[in-house]
């Protein structure tokens, strides 16, 4: 008997699978979203599934959706190892106030969740079914007409509506768009028309990034394509150079791209890589004495040289370390610097300059003038590194049109 | 010799009575330059592909920059325009590029351009709003520093923006500037930078059409400014050198480092102001000449009056270091009136 129940589900999940797989090539972007999500729910019994369609169908655009499907999938389980299961609720209300709602996600969800601005007792109607905590996040803000910040203390949700920019959710994480500028710049002998795109990934609270901001840019993303709806190409270089970001949010890893003003609207699609540590380590290295040398699992960390001075102080130290494809440049798995004095004295650094290798580096730290006479420098080292590469395609980002 | 001092440049021009020369001739750019030199003071340095090319410059009368660019447009070749026009011993840098116009006002001693225009529409997670940003840089003779880096400060005022229709683009007082993710007037051409004798502000006005410009866009910069005078130090710890606004004494000199070529060494100094509250960036601009013609950026701290001088890498320590010491300090106004401001769009 229990085999027929177990047989008949089989049946019903791959029907599912396949009215989901056909869903994926309508023409409208919220069917393809939902049927995407549907078989992300459904996970690894989908593939099979997949895998056939991935080598029958004829339309471009849709084997790429299988086949980011085929990657998204078995990520899953990986980072389900790694970081825990991803934050999920299935909750429903209808005409609740959004205080109401927001007690009763705040739990499952493992977030306080604030209101700073909006009506606690404004009603709202939500549904939301095996959803993550960005989904989660997400329906709320949209059925009552406001937006959220996450914030290092929490949730909290405030007036105002964010721009309606395409959103693919991954787990723990939310890939969208945060911001779109059409730029029109002149100059003499230089003028261009120009749209600046900002993708961003926003990742659970529980996961640390190994490499810290300005290194992401390199790595986060790596876009394939800015195309019109036609599929016109419309990437492009700004005149001013690539320039750096400089508002960020926290828990969120973003990036910029140019793109022609050609169009009222863009898709983007590339690769999201993203490497969060797994393992932090604390290394201490003695200022003064015989052995200034610290070993973590295979790396091997010396001070040497500390230089006091009435400006600046500076630590200088080498490393040897075993190689580790992907992982982030070895002084960018330095962190959290510290010297340390009696009675528990310190003062935090920054680096300065130096030199490496994918085995080997010498980097120096600058640190205020000291009141103290250090004992200590001791910093955080990433000893295990989780890359993390999700497909993407971001399509109808709606790009703004001058108005007087 | 604990006391070493020695003015090198005794002549300063008067910031009120702003230095002019007549220049009507044909002559090669070299002998236009060196009259301009001659008559202002103002120190020249000239990288051409054609010395000796004759050029004929009628002026009357004209100021340190009018001279200049009157040479450099009759040449149509060189150039002196760009972020930074001058080196840290304040001689205006020409170089082989092509000359390019843009709107541009006398101001006294000082030159007043207008040498970019961006619109942003924007949609954000942190809002939808759309602004204008004109950027206007402001140059200094070579005896006068204008940006906080030598010492000064540049104060920009907008008095008055009406767009190409006449409507007043000037945005409310105490507007905020729009929050953004990214800042685009953060990167390198569109953002406010200093140098040496340079500053540059990106004033935001509300959203206009760029292409047609502004009927008007008139202000002032207003300017503390002083002038520099050269002063020589032996870099040897306890020298010092008293100049008009304190005494700067070496604390230090250590070496920090060797290379095949040469030696670096790193020299701590302590500026004692006669005025305590006074800052050192007022005090010292942010250049050291090793007295051989090489200068060097200084990394000046904005607090404390204590900073270090790396120079190097050199084969022996030099016998005199240059610094640049600020007195006369006053507050002067750069007033402008730009109309029918537009960009050509390339």
Request: a neutral charge; hydrophobic letters at 40%; proline letters at 7%.
């Amino acid at each position: 008997m229990a085999t027929i129940v177990l047989l008949a589900a089989a049946i019903l999940l791959q029907d599912d699978v396949s009215r989901q797989i056909e869903r994926l090539k309508s023409d409208a972007i919220d069917e393809r979203e939902s049927a995407i999500r549907e078989l992300e729910a459904i996970g690894s019994a989908a593939l099979p599934a997949l895998q056939k369609e991935a080598a029958a169908v004829q339309d471009l655009e849709t084997r790429y959706r299988i086949q980011a499907l085929l990657k998204s999938i078995p990520r899953r389980e990986a980072l389900a190892k790694v970081f825990g299961a991803t934050k999920r609720v299935t909750y429903s209300a209808r005409e609740a106030p959004l205080r109401e709602v927001l007690d009763a996600l705040g739990k499952p969800l493992g977030e306080t969740l604030r209101l700073e601005g909006p009506d606690a007792g404004s009603k709202l109607t939500i549904e939301l079914k095996n959803a993550t905590l960005w989904e989660a996040l997400d329906g709320v803000a949209r059925a009552a007409k406001i937006r959220y910040e996450y914030r290092k203390d929490g949730v909290v949700f405030l007036q105002g509506q964010e721009p309606a920019f395409p959103v693919r959710y991954s787990e723990q994480f939310r890939i969208s768009v945060v911001e779109v500028k059409r730029i029109q710049y002149r100059k003499p002998g230089s003028s261009e028309d120009l749209v600046l795109v900002v993708p961003e990934i926003e990742y659970q609270r529980n996961m640390n990034p190994a490499e810290k901001y300005g290194a992401f840019r390199s790595s986060v993303f790596e876009i394939e394509q800015i195309v019109d709806p036609q599929g016109n190409n419309l990437r492009s270089r700004a005149p001013w150079g690539p320039g750096s970001l400089s508002s960020r949010r926290p828990f969120g890893i973003q990036e910029f791209y140019y793109a022609k003003a050609d169009s009222k609207t863009l898709t983007i699609q590339g690769v999201a890589k993203a490497k969060f540590s797994k393992l932090d380590q604390e290394v201490v290295l003695p200022i003064e004495g015989e052995v200034r040398e610290a070993k973590v699992g295979d790396a091997t960390f010396t001070l040497s040289g500390y230089t006091p001075g009435a400006t600046r102080s500076t630590v200088t130290i080498q490393g040897k370390i075993p190689s580790t494809p992907g992982a982030p440049d070895p002084p960018l798995r330095v962190k959290k610097m510290m010297l340390l004095g009696p009675d528990n004295q310190r003062v935090t650094g920054q680096g300065d300059r130096g030199s490496f290798s994918s085995t080997e580096f010498t980097y120096t730290y600058e640190f205020p003038p000291l009141k103290f006479k250090p004992e200590k420098f001791v910093f955080e080292w990433t000893a295990e590194i989780f890359s993390i590469d999700m497909p993407f395609r971001l399509e109808g980002i709606p790009v703004p049109q001058p108005q007087d | 010799m604990n006391l070493i001092a020695e003015l090198l440049v005794a002549a300063l021009a008067s910031l009120q009575d702003s230095p002019t020369v007549t220049l009507d001739q044909s002559a090669p750019v070299e002998t236009h330059l060196a009259e301009i030199q001659r008559a202002t003071g103002g120190k020249i340095k000239v990288h051409l592909d054609e010395p000796g090319k004759a050029v004929t410059v009628k002026v009357k009368d004209a100021s340190f920059f009018q001279a200049l660019d009157a040479v450099c447009r009759a040449h149509g070749g060189v150039t002196y325009f760009g972020r930074t026009f001058a080196g840290p011993d304040g001689a205006v840098d020409l170089r082989p590029e092509p000359w390019v116009e843009y709107p541009v006002q006398y101001s006294g001693p000082f030159r007043l351009t207008v040498s970019e225009m961006v619109r942003v529409d924007q949609q954000s997670s942190v809002g939808s709003r759309a602004w204008t940003r004109v950027m206007l840089l402001v140059f200094g003779p070579p005896w006068i520093g204008v940006s906080e880096e030598s010492g000064a400060k540049a104060d920009f005022q907008v008095l008055e923006a009406k767009d190409a229709e006449g409507r007043d683009v000037l945005p409310p007082a105490n507007d905020a500037d729009p929050e953004e993710r990214v800042r685009v007037a953060a990167y390198p051409d569109m953002a406010n930078y200093e140098s040496s004798n340079s500053a540059r502000k990106a004033l935001r006005l509300r959203a206009f059409d760029i292409d047609r410009g502004l009927s008007i866009l008139k202000g002032k910069v207003v300017l503390k400014v002083a002038e520099a005078g050269d002063v020589s130090l032996a870099p040897k710890a306890g020298e010092s050198v008293a100049g008009d606004s304190g005494t700067l004494k070496i604390d230090t000199v250590s070496e920090h480092s060797k290379s095949i070529d040469g030696t670096t060494w790193r020299i701590q100094l302590t500026f004692s102001p006669k005025d305590p509250k006074r800052k050192l960036r007022s005090l010292v601009e942010d250049g050291v000449g090793d007295g051989n013609g090489t200068w060097r950026e200084l990394r000046l701290p904005k607090q404390g009056l204590t900073f270090e001088a790396v120079i190097g890498p050199l084969p022996q320590l030099p016998t005199a270091l240059i610094f640049r010491v600020r007195k006369g300090e006053r507050s002067v106004e750069a007033p402008f009136e730009f109309r029918n401001l537009t960009l050509k769009k390339g």
